[in-house]
């Protein structure tokens, strides 16, 4: 089965650190990861996409991701957080039964000054 | 371009009563995706419909809920006789091809049904 494990349901960083989340994905062809943010009350914007290519992947807002097919994981990063970065973060999986995506369950960033 | 367009934003129902969600898609998006967040959750999926088609219900509860993308207007999700557990966020998400793995689904600000 299709599934997408975030393994940190809250992290906390201090503004300036680097920051990387996990993302650990279960599928049996070549996955098609995403991940999205999303600020409190508000909808989800796409950060950065995995199709195929160059593992490394390179977002918006100074975020990038790495897709380790030996690992099974796609964990995002970025190398200094500010606290506008604070906000909730799902990996997700494109399903292969009619592009529906498969989210995993989130992690909380919280950003200390 | 205006983005995916959801209404209302918040939406208050008592037991039992109707909860109508509406989204309308970017422009030239024909595709429409319904997602559910429960409290503490991720997001869940529901329904994937094209213009005027049903394409993947797997995601629906079996009972109250119904969803439709008309030829003209925009795509409804309907919950009947809602029930304290129907509280949750929805989003809809649209994008411009459907059924394939490579979508980018562009996501609404999603409509906050709380139920009392």
């Known amino acids: 089965a299709q599934s997408v494990t975030q393994p940190d349901i809250h992290i906390t960083v201090s503004e300036g650190a680097s920051l990387e989340l996990r993302c650990n994905y279960s599928?049996?062809?070549?996955?098609?990861l995403f991940w999205y943010v999303q600020s409190p009350g508000q909808g989800l914007q796409l950060l950065l996409k995995?199709?195929?290519?160059?593992?490394l992947v390179q977002g918006i807002k100074g975020f990038e991701a790495e897709f380790k097919r030996s690992q099974s994981s796609f964990n995002l990063r970025k190398p200094s957080v500010h606290w506008s970065d604070a906000a909730e973060y799902f990996c997700a999986v494109g399903s292969n039964q009619g592009g529906k995506l498969i989210f995993g369950q989130g992690t909380e960033l919280s950003v200390k000054p | 371009n205006a983005g995916v367009m959801q209404n209302p934003r918040h939406l208050v129902r008592r037991r039992g009563q109707e909860a109508r969600l509406r989204c309308s898609p970017m422009k030239g998006h024909s595709h429409v995706y319904w997602y559910r967040q429960l409290p503490e959750e991720g997001l869940k999926f529901m329904v994937y419909l094209q213009k005027e088609n049903i394409i993947d219900e797997s995601g629906m509860p079996k009972e109250r809920f119904s969803a439709e993308f008309p030829k003209e207007g925009p795509s409804i999700l309907r919950i009947q006789q809602v029930v304290r557990g129907d509280s949750a966020a929805y989003f809809c998400a649209s994008s411009p091809l459907g059924g394939q793995r490579t979508d980018t689904q562009y996501f609404g600000p999603g409509t906050r049904l709380t139920v009392l």
């Open positions: 995995y199709f195929s290519g160059d593992t």
């Open positions: 599928y049996g062809a070549t996955p098609y």
